[in-house]
């Protein structure tokens, strides 16, 4: 296939174009660099089946040649970028969603939107399956990225029913990893970069709210089986294993040795209390759950960003 993935440049957009490439298929990544970086897919540079464009998806997309498949995953992910772009956040899940649709239609390509658990809001039903419609405040700080995502997935489905398109919806649960950027403001790096300079860790409000996390692999296994599937319906990919972000902090501090201890601050208006993906129908659908042990994939993230703070000095 030759695939684009907007977002290319992005945390989980680089891992895709590495596992369609290792596929053998040809890859054209696309990203303005607003939140993605260079360094993500500088080793891909050279590759005969790989290309980058910078380009903003918000404005007219234009590929030369054939495309047979479009990964929408050009957006500000973290709490600090999107409150700090809010709109671009909005014009990225709606006039990017747009012209990525649009493109996938012109060239009669199968189109996947990288939609999210912040879908769901604060959640009043635990865990979250897929027939939830969400408890979402769109006018609060938070509404930018999670209404941006709605509207995405609306217009996703619109475009299934009304032009045919061939469309998929992954809602994308807590996913960590290797690239991402220390200073994007998710718990994960947060905790790791607090943890690995010998600072308490900063946990908001008591500590109980919860999430799960699932490790950048096994996301991406879940997408690119998901591409191939017949599914159009929205699918939860995340870890089903839920612990509250107290627990969470003490595991960071165990494995990296930090003594610092914790802090609390007050929680951001709107933080969802609990978060835990229903896998069910992926299991059923995809024969997909995340296989890496939560350990086992902090301990690599911690790794990683151990070289990142070493290379800054």
């Given at each position: ?21 290792r596929e053998g298929h040809h890859v054209i990544a696309m990203d303005n660099l607003i939140t993605g970086s260079i360094r993500n ?38 709490p600090i970028d999107y409150l700090q772009l809010p709109i671009q956040t909005l014009k990225v899940g709606a006039l990017g969603t ?216």
């Open positions: 296939m030759r695939v684009l993935i907007t977002g290319g440049a992005g945390f989980l957009g680089s891992h895709l174009c590495d596992r369609f490439l897919i500088e080793h891909l540079a050279g590759h005969e089946r790989f290309r980058f464009i910078k380009h903003d998806v918000t404005e007219y997309i234009y590929i030369e040649g054939p495309v047979d498949a479009v990964l929408h995953f050009a957006s500000p992910a973290s747009h012209k990525a649709l649009g493109l996938a239609r012109a060239k009669g390509a199968r189109f996947l939107l990288a939609s999210t658990s912040e879908v769901y809001g604060d959640p009043l039903t635990h865990p979250q399956s897929e027939d939830y419609w969400g408890n979402v405040n769109p006018i609060g700080p938070r509404g930018v990225y999670d209404e941006a995502k709605r509207f995405a997935e609306a217009l996703a489905m619109a475009y299934h029913r009304y032009h045919g398109l061939d469309t998929r919806i992954a809602r994308i649960f807590n996913t960590y990893g290797p690239r991402m950027r220390l200073d994007d403001g998710r718990v994960v790096p947060s905790f790791i970069g607090q943890a690995l300079r010998g600072e308490p860790l900063t946990v908001h409000g008591d500590g109980s709210q919860t999430r799960s996390f699932c490790f950048y692999s096994d996301l991406v296994e879940g997408v690119y089986r998901l591409l191939d599937s017949d599914y159009v319906q929205p699918l939860n990919l995340g870890s089903p294993v839920e612990m509250s972000i107290l627990e969470f902090a003490h595991l960071v501090n165990r494995l990296v040795g930090n003594g610092a201890g914790i802090v609390h601050q007050p929680l951001p208006a709107d933080d969802p209390k609990v978060r835990q993906p229903d896998v069910t129908r992926a299991r059923e659908i995809l024969g997909w759950e995340p296989e890496v042990r939560l350990e086992d994939g902090l301990r690599q993230t911690i790794d990683w960003f151990h070289g990142v703070l070493r290379a800054s000095q």
